[in-house]
């Protein structure tokens, strides 16, 4: 008879419908926010702006990613970060709460595998920067192993398409681990590492000498197999350099802007998104109040106004932007138009689920 049951609840367990992303509510985006009581909460949005639900987070959310097929957000704190959140969606439960290991930090980005069998966490060595990224299993959520991500200061991770191999923003900047001190702005060495699944480096790409204080920050995928990454300029303000970089095999090549937007951006990139349908970049500065937008060959377009605009992620016919005063906006070819406004503050990234 045991045996039977045991077969029995075997059977009835495979037959059972799995949880989709259709469960949650078929949210197109995930954001973190602060309520107005000085709460947190991971939102998922709709495509229109409307939030399908908001679980609670511990304190400030920075990014999150979503697994590729189960209903599963994992919200990372701001960096340094002490908590990266697993939450069931459909369900609104909490699944699972990491902790990184004694010595470091999570530093607010984090990607799956093709399959979502493994999290990588882009981590660092607290008391050096050095950049590590953590190997978690999403059955049991035990960390399984690390890897060196061959910089200093990783911020963004990324998996590349139809690929196991990872593309990691080393931002180059060394802070101490306790109230984030620069500690290294005049040596820092930036670089973008592509690396293959066990950690092997596959190709490094730096910044050229006279933009080494150009900070790798954020990356956005293109459809042909290249990537886009936004900057945070650390030298003299006065010079302002490109904010946006172009990586294809290895290389980084740099998008400049004419002479009267230089300033706008006020040297910091938010963040960044590639929109397909437009094949156009667009990169956020909730600093300057303005999102400027570039061709996918890394070509200037138009400057667009929106205070404290950070959060960017395509929509259907160009991109959505959230603000840090609650307002969703709209923009593509009749320009930034606010859309809907919630009564939250929106944290620094728009993040984009996979809808195919």
């Given at each position: 008879m045991q045996r039977r049951s045991f077969l029995a609840s075997v059977l009835a367990a495979s037959v059972l419908p799995q949880l989709s992303w259709a469960d949650a509510g078929?949210?197109?985006?995930?954001?973190?926010?602060q309520t107005a009581d000085g709460a947190f909460a991971l939102h998922g949005l709709s495509l229109a702006g409307e939030s399908l639900f908001a679980l609670p987070l511990p304190a400030r959310g920075h990014a999150a990613t979503a697994h590729p097929t189960r209903p599963l957000a994992v919200a990372f704190a701001r960096r340094p970060g002490t908590f990266a959140l697993v939450i069931d969606c459909a369900l609104g439960q909490e699944t699972a709460r990491l902790t990184p290991p004694a010595g470091r930090?999570?530093?607010?980005?984090?990607?799956?595998?093709?399959?979502?069998?493994?999290?990588?966490?882009?981590?660092?060595?607290?008391?050096?920067?050095?950049?590590?990224?953590?190997?978690?299993?999403?059955?049991?959520?035990?960390r399984i192993g690390e890897c060196a991500t061959h910089g200093v200061g990783p911020h963004d991770v990324k998996r590349l398409p139809l690929s196991e191999d990872l593309l990691v923003a080393n931002g180059g900047i060394q802070t101490d681990p306790t109230d984030r001190t620069k500690l290294n702005i005049a040596t820092m060495r930036p670089n973008l590492a592509r690396l293959g699944p066990d950690g092997a480096l596959i190709s490094l790409?730096?910044?050229?000498?006279?933009?080494?204080?150009?900070?790798?920050?954020?990356?956005?995928?293109?459809?042909?197999?290249?990537?886009?990454?936004?900057?945070?300029?650390?030298?003299?303000?006065?010079e302002a350099p490109p904010l946006l970089a172009l990586w294809e095999d290895g290389r980084l090549t740099f998008c400049p802007v004419p002479e009267a937007e230089m300033l706008v951006m006020q040297n910091y990139a938010g963040s960044i998104a590639y929109c397909p349908a437009r094949a156009e970049i667009a990169i956020t500065s909730p600093k300057g109040g303005a999102v400027q937008v570039f061709d996918a060959a890394g070509r200037f377009r138009a400057t667009h106004r929106r205070a404290d605009a950070c959060g960017v992620a395509p929509a259907p016919a160009g991109f959505t932007v959230t603000d840090g005063n609650g307002a969703i906006s709209t923009l593509g070819a009749a320009g930034l138009q606010p859309a809907t406004r919630l009564d939250v503050k929106w944290d620094n990234h728009l993040i984009a689920l996979d809808r195919a």
């Open positions: 078929d949210p197109a985006y995930l954001a973190a926010a930090q999570f530093n607010g980005h984090g990607t799956f595998s093709a399959d979502g069998a493994r999290l990588y966490t882009s981590e660092v060595v607290a008391e050096t920067s050095e950049g590590r990224l953590g190997i978690w299993d999403t059955a049991s959520w035990q790409a730096e910044a050229p000498e006279d933009l080494a204080q150009n900070s790798l920050r954020h990356l956005a995928l293109l459809s042909d197999g290249r990537a886009a990454v936004a900057t945070q300029w650390e030298g003299d303000p006065a």
